[in-house]
């Protein structure tokens, strides 16, 4: 039998270090693509500011949920003021990207298909880039953790 040359703490170190590499690479891949991914309008416009891109991810998952998210709710949740929130409203609104209710004062908003259409295209090439880069390390780190919490009868 051949000796074991790595403790577990030095293999769930390496791990843990290729997984945090991973981390570092999709995220500067995602990073790259926000500066680069400027190829049709929609990306322009939702590519053009931290805050439109993470709005662009609220309307879809609103989309998703079969719900509607209210200026007030958007404000709450996204950490900003009601004039950004109801600029970008109205600005997507009129490009067609998002689908508004008014009830009286309420508005309240989600993506419309054109806009779920393109935030399916990113999941795509997101998964793709994930599976490349952090899949593997990520299922590894996991696997590894659940033989460790194991308690062996000898």
Not at 71 to 95: A, F, G, P, Y
């Amino acid at each position: 039998m051949s000796k074991i040359k790595n403790s577990s703490d030095e293999i769930y170190a390496h791990l843990l270090l290729e997984y945090r590499r991973c981390v570092m690479k999709i995220e500067m891949e995602i990073f790259k693509a926000r500066q680069t991914r400027m190829i049709n309008k929609t990306q322009r416009y939702f590519n053009s500011t931290p805050l439109r891109n993470a709005f662009a991810r609220w309307m879809v998952n609103a989309f998703y949920e079969n719900q509607f998210y209210t200026i007030t709710d958007l404000v709450n949740e996204m950490h900003t003021n009601r004039q950004t929130i109801s600029n970008m409203v109205n600005e997507c609104e009129k490009e067609g990207y998002v689908t508004v209710l008014r009830d009286g004062k309420t508005v309240s908003c989600q993506a419309n298909q054109a806009l779920i259409e393109k935030m399916n295209d990113y999941c795509e090439w997101r998964k793709e880039i994930t599976e490349l880069t952090v899949g593997k390390a990520y299922n590894d780190l996991v696997q590894f953790e659940k033989l460790m919490s194991k308690k062996f009868n000898m």
